[in-house]
């Protein structure tokens, strides 16, 4: 599964745009917004589900743009 965070110039972290389950899913809505608006930032992070000791999701970072 991969996860699209969003962030723009005003938000304080960035926002989960979506999870999808592929990356070519994940990068065509990310440089959709990209194309929209060339200010933010995006982020795909990829997830099978486990989580650490804390109860936190394990994300590798996957792209960035």
Known sequence: MYQ??????????????GEYNTLKEAREVAQKRKAEDSSIYFEIKETDGHVNNYGELIAMVVERG
Do not use: G, Q, R, V
């Open 4 to 17: 699209l965070f969003i962030e723009t110039e005003n938000s304080f972290a960035p926002d989960l745009e």
